[in-house]
């Protein structure tokens, strides 16, 4: 059974920083590319970013380019998002999501083509 584990949110004020931690167990990272996705109260789930199986290839939403970065550490089976400058925009409920075809050679921003999802943890930017 794969579970994902979220953890890492809280509430920091505009400028500030977090990382959230994503632990899975039941699949290995190191052979399925992972991604964060975030959702907001009232609208759909939109993508992050993402790291490919190899780690060789991130992508991320232009809303977050430069501020944030998606890594992992396969000794720890754990994909991390460190998130700097935070804005109140970014005030929403965050996912980490494992890809559902191992060794993909091309990396996915589509929900679809995940299939296990995390819990969420929550991030709240103050203004």
């Known amino acids: 059974q794969v579970q994902l584990v979220e953890t890492g949110g809280g509430l920091v004020q505009a400028g500030g920083s977090l990382k959230l931690s994503c632990t899975a167990s039941?699949?290995?990272?190191?052979?399925?590319?992972m991604g964060w996705f975030r959702q907001v109260p009232g609208k759909e789930r939109e993508f992050v970013a993402a790291i490919s199986w190899s780690g060789g290839s991130t992508s991320y939403a232009d809303s977050v380019k430069g501020r944030f970065t998606i890594s992992k550490d396969n000794t720890k089976n754990t994909v991390y998002l460190q998130m700097n400058s935070l804005k109140p925009e970014d005030t929403a409920v965050y996912y980490c999501a494992s890809e559902n075809r191992p060794f993909r050679i091309n990396l996915t921003i589509k929900s679809y083509d995940y299939d296990y999802w995390g819990q969420g943890t929550q991030v709240t930017v103050s203004s």
């Open positions: 039941g699949r290995t990272v190191s052979n399925y590319a």
